[in-house]
């Protein structure tokens, strides 16, 4: 099964620093759902890994965080994509849960989930928050310049992001990176006519 792991918020969709706390604050980012159709059409299953602390934090309540991922799943079926888990920690960052990102708890869950092991499977995501809690279940960490990691675009990285870290401009770059990988290594290893 060919899986890949996203964040949402600053990956997917816009971020804010004051939370997404409702169905109308949730926009995708420019051909983020595009490109999930793109790994869909390709072959990819695609998982949402996201810190959800509003929650923790009385700001929205499950109804609400349901309805954000309805209108997600809507938008998606319309461009072609689907996301076939979405695996968040309800906690505020003082809970002290293994669900959290950095904490790799989540990315666990899926492993157990599918029954799969995560190493090397792509996931990505726009912190190092993210791309930490990746690595430490053995994932593969892709960083995207948009959300937090937006003011990092034509500079270095700065120290806390995971050494094997590949970056793209997007979820779109991403998603095309990751198909054109593929199908190189598919067209390696077809065998060749004598």
Not at 16 to 39: M, V
Not at 181 to 193: E, G, L, N, V, Y
Request: aromatic residues 6%; glycine residues 10%; negative net charge.
């Amino acid at each position: 099964m060919k899986l890949v792991i996203l964040d949402r918020d600053g990956t997917i969709n816009h971020d804010s620093a004051d939370y997404i706390k409702s169905a109308e604050e949730w926009q995708p980012l420019p051909g983020a759902l595009e490109a999930i159709a793109r790994l869909n059409h390709a072959g990819w299953h695609v998982v949402v890994v996201t810190n959800q602390s509003g929650l923790g934090r009385g700001l929205f309540d499950v109804a609400t965080l349901n309805a954000m991922h309805a209108k997600m799943h809507t938008m998606l079926a319309a461009v072609g994509g689907r996301v076939d888990a979405i695996f968040y920690c309800p906690h505020a960052p003082d809970e002290g849960c293994h669900c959290r990102k950095p904490e790799p708890g989540l990315f666990e869950q899926i492993g157990e989930r599918y029954g799969l092991d995560l190493a090397g499977l792509p996931a990505v995501g726009d912190s190092a928050r993210d791309l930490v809690a990746a690595v430490a279940a053995g994932c593969e960490p892709h960083l995207v310049l948009t959300g937090k990691s937006a003011l990092y675009r034509g500079r270095e990285l700065p120290e806390g992001f995971p050494a094997a870290t590949v970056v793209h401009e997007d979820l779109g770059a991403f998603a095309e990176y990751l198909t054109a990988r593929d199908s190189s290594a598919a067209s390696a290893a077809a065998p060749r006519p004598h």
